[in-house]
């Protein structure tokens, strides 16, 4: 088929519908071949390629992905007119997406598997305060990767003595300063992310930072709340707490939301 194709009437376009429709089915071998025969004709593009990184990585190629993988950076980026690192660097969140932490890791050159989530997490906070710098909507995946930070100290979503007071409390601030970030965004609303917000505050025993978070950037008094996790964690902070006010307030907007609040407290 695509040795029958007519190379005057081909564009980008038509060998990225191609490799959509081959990764739709999981027909990932064919995708490389719509790669190099576009290639050969001059019809690359940053899609396709990402689409063709995705495909190596879903291979039964045993040895050398990353090798194709960095042949396929080094096309797209003399194709932007970028140098390899800094396309990789620009694009580092959709070729995540595309190819998976592992391999984007690689790409990025955080080679160590112990201090990669680290590495990962510096990165974004990078791009959050650049963005605040210069007046730009921070993009959802390094906020997202920022308020998960309780993971990157314990594996097990609970904190002990992995950190100090000062480390704790750095923490908890940079997930308050990704979630000023995410509400200009409209991420907040989201409640997978408010889910994970909640979550690592705990974990980081920053029970009244959760409670703050909840109170005043996801519910609303009398209305209904999608957010259960959120809510329920906030309860248990509250509880915590013995802030009381606060417990009855979230409950309130809990049940009214259409949720069963006593099988919280048996």
């Known amino acids: 088929f695509l040795d029958a194709m007519d190379t005057s009437c081909v564009n980008p376009s038509t060998f990225i519908l191609i490799a959509k429709r081959y990764a739709q ?15 050969s ?3 690359i593009s ?10 190596v990585c879903e291979s039964e190629l ?13 096309d797209i980026s003399r194709l932007v007119g970028m140098k390899s690192v800094e396309w990789v660097n620009a694009k580092y969140w959709g070729i995540k997406r595309y190819v998976g932490f592992h391999y984007a890791r690689l790409l990025m050159r955080w080679d160590d598997p112990a201090t990669s989530q680290k590495e990962e997490l510096l990165f974004a906070i990078n791009e959050m305060r650049k963005n605040a710098s ?19 100290y314990a594996t097990d979503g609970k904190i002990e003595s992995a950190l100090s007071d000062k480390q704790r409390r750095a923490a908890v601030n940079l997930i308050l300063e990704a979630c ?3 509400k200009r965004s409209g991420l ?26 909840v109170v005043r950037n996801v519910i609303s008094p009398g209305q209904k709340c999608r957010h259960r996790i959120a809510m329920e964690e906030a309860m248990y902070a509250a509880l915590e707490e013995r802030d009381h006010e606060s417990l009855q307030l979230i409950n309130d907007v809990f049940e009214k ?5 006593r099988r919280m407290f048996v």
């Not at 089915?25 to 290639?39: D, F, H, L, M, S």
């Not at 390094?142 to 998960?148: A, F, K, N, Q």
């Open 25 to 39: 089915n999981g027909t990932w071998p064919k995708i490389g071949e719509v790669y190099n025969r576009a290639r």
């Open 41 to 43: 004709v001059g019809c």
């Open 46 to 55: 940053e899609e396709l390629g990402l689409i063709t990184m995705q495909a």
């Open 62 to 74: 045993l040895d050398g992905k990353i090798v194709v993988l960095r042949r396929i950076v080094e």
């Open 134 to 152: 210069e007046g730009i909507a921070t993009k959802n995946a390094p906020l997202e990767c920022i308020v998960r930070i309780a993971q990157v």
């Open 180 to 182: 000023v970030e995410a």
């Open 188 to 213: 907040i609303k989201k409640h997978s992310f408010t889910a994970e917000v909640v979550r690592s505050l705990r974990a980081l025993k920053a029970n009244k930072e959760c409670i703050q978070i």
């Open 257 to 261: 939301s259409g949720f069963d609040s």
